[in-house]
């Protein structure tokens, strides 16, 4: 196999997606307490939910650096590969202007995709890249079938506090508070590069079965065409509750569902305590 994918960890995918050979994944660095971890390669997600929830500061991020896009795309040019590197959202972090201007100091052919996504929904597009290497496609087939489905993928996730959101300034105040008061579980969307309020609602139960009917609202024509990854951090019981809900409604009607756990960086922005469902067609 000549091409090597590459995406960073602000993609957070199933681990036997991240198991494939010819995957690699690029850290971001997070800095906790004043000290800078690798992601995943420091510090596990279990290691960074038992730490974090007893923070009172949160954590940083750091970008992937244009050092570390240098050596990894010259180790696996110099291997005789094709590089497709899926980025995490270039509206967010720096991490995708790295690696374009790595590619422009080296020889060899490297393809970059924005995703205009992350976490679960930067993975929606890792997943189908690996689908269409093991089908035998060209790497400029597979660039310009990933943006064909661009416009199918979405990720709606809910963090179960407010928190991290708040301190990281990735709500207003006013929708903080109202949520602290009343309970209220608000559902965001990211689509675009952009996050918005998609819907609000009150409890877990009401919120994982929201979740759900939104897939399938926003899907009716094309919902068996659906490869669905449903992701969570350190809160197992929602999970549970979220994964029944999926099981009901949406097991035998998709093409696939993947389950996955939220990566270091993006939980230090939305707390450990998430429920997360992405999808594409």
């Known amino acids: 196999m000549d091409i090597k994918l590459i995406c960073d960890s602000l993609s957070d995918i199933p681990d036997e997606i991240q198991a494939k050979e010819y995957l690699e994944v690029v850290p971001l660095t997070l800095i906790m307490d004043g000290k800078e971890y690798k992601d995943g390669v420091d510090i596990s997600k279990e290691e960074f939910y038992k730490v974090v929830m007893e923070m009172e500061d949160i954590p940083k991020t750091s970008q992937a650096t244009y050092g570390q896009f240098i050596e990894i795309f010259e180790k696996n040019i110099n291997q005789g590969k094709k590089i497709l590197y899926i980025a995490g959202s270039s509206t967010k972090s720096g991490t995708y202007q790295s690696a374009v201007l790595a590619k422009k100091d080296i020889d060899g052919d490297v393809h970059i995709f924005d995703t205009e996504q992350l976490s679960l929904g930067a993975g929606q597009y890792v997943i189908r890249a690996c689908d269409m290497i093991e089908e035998g496609l060209s790497i400029e087939e597979i660039v310009e079938k990933l943006d064909e489905i661009r416009d199918s993928v979405e990720i709606l996730f809910a963090p179960a506090s407010f928190d991290f959101l708040k301190k990281s300034g990735r709500v207003p105040m006013a929708t903080a508070l ?104």
């Open 178 to 281: 109202i949520g602290s008061m009343l309970n209220i579980k608000p559902i965001f969307k990211m689509k675009d590069g952009e996050i918005n309020l998609e819907a609000k609602v009150r409890g877990i139960k009401k919120l994982v079965a929201n979740l759900v009917d939104l897939v399938i609202e926003k899907n009716k024509d094309n919902l068996s065409q659906l490869t669905v990854t449903i992701g969570y951090g350190c809160n197992l019981d929602d999970f549970n509750k979220l994964k029944k809900e999926v099981e009901e409604k949406l097991n035998g009607k998709v093409k696939r569902l993947m389950v996955t756990k939220g990566g270091v960086c993006i939980c230090s922005h939305t707390g450990p305590d998430i429920v997360a469902i992405s999808f594409s067609k």
